[in-house]
């Protein structure tokens, strides 16, 4: 069973420029969660799709935006680029329903770097 | 809020056991986890508990949980070369994962 995909898995862009990341899940399961990893901040939630419908956000602005396809694809958009945006996207899947709802598991990442 | 601490470093001889401790403070969290990062790599789920149990195993593996002190261990027995990565424990918080900042085990032969 193949794992989480996330592509592209490398981005340059400079600043104010928009970014489109995606995030293919474990075959079966519905739910992607969203996660930034920077060497300052750890690991912060972003947000978390179900069903085509976000069911939870974390604390970042309005310029991340994300999505989820009939197919359970995900995307996330981040618009109008900071320096600070600069840093390793991570994308997790679960079945996001039931006793293994909980049980997230990763893809490797699209490491971003804004200049 | 929510806080999940680890010690940064750890370095251990190859052949010998690592304990890898986190503390949490969210009470209610039904699930606890251990996933470890190797460099330019993403996370890797390696093991979780149940809040109802004290402790599992699995092969080399062994998590600890001390509700009442809110105290998470992990052990890994023979710890090899290939064991060198950052170890993240993460407590589930109303559906999304906490983690704590992340333990760096070094393995020296």
């Known amino acids: 069973k193949a794992g989480v995909t996330q592509t592209p898995r490398y981005l340059i862009k400079t600043r104010g420029q928009q970014v489109t990341l995606s995030c293919s899940p474990i075959?079966?399961?519905?739910?992607v969660s969203w996660y930034q990893q920077t060497p300052g901040q750890g690991l912060q939630f972003l947000f978390e799709?179900?069903?085509?419908?976000?069911?939870n956000k974390g604390n970042f602005p309005g310029r991340f935006s994300g999505r989820q396809f009939s197919n359970s694809r995900s995307e996330m958009n981040v618009s109008t680029l900071e320096l600070g945006d600069s840093a390793l996207y991570l994308c997790?899947?679960?079945?996001?329903?039931?006793?293994?709802?909980?049980?997230?598991?990763f893809g490797a990442g699209t490491r971003l770097s804004v200049l | 809020g929510e806080d999940v601490e680890q010690s940064l470093f750890l370095s251990v001889r190859e052949g010998d056991s690592s304990v890898i401790n986190c503390t949490y403070t969210?009470?209610?969290?039904?699930?606890l986890y251990w996933y470890k990062q190797e460099p330019g790599a993403g996370l890797q789920l390696l093991t979780y508990?149940?809040?109802?149990?004290d402790m599992k195993q699995d092969q080399r593996l062994t998590v600890l949980l001390n509700k009442k002190d809110k105290h998470l261990s992990l052990r890994i027995a023979d710890t090899q070369t290939g064991d060198s990565a950052i170890y993240f424990c993460?407590?589930?918080?109303?559906?999304?994962?906490?983690f704590g900042t992340g333990t760096r085990l070094q393995v020296f032969p």
């Open positions: 997790a899947s679960s079945l996001g329903q039931g006793a293994s709802k909980n049980i997230q598991y």
């Open positions: 075959s079966g399961h519905r739910s």
């Open positions: 799709y179900f069903s085509e419908t976000q069911r």
């Open positions: 969210d009470s209610s969290s039904t699930y």
């Open positions: 508990i149940f809040s109802n149990m």
């Open positions: 993460a407590e589930m918080d109303t559906d999304k994962l906490i």
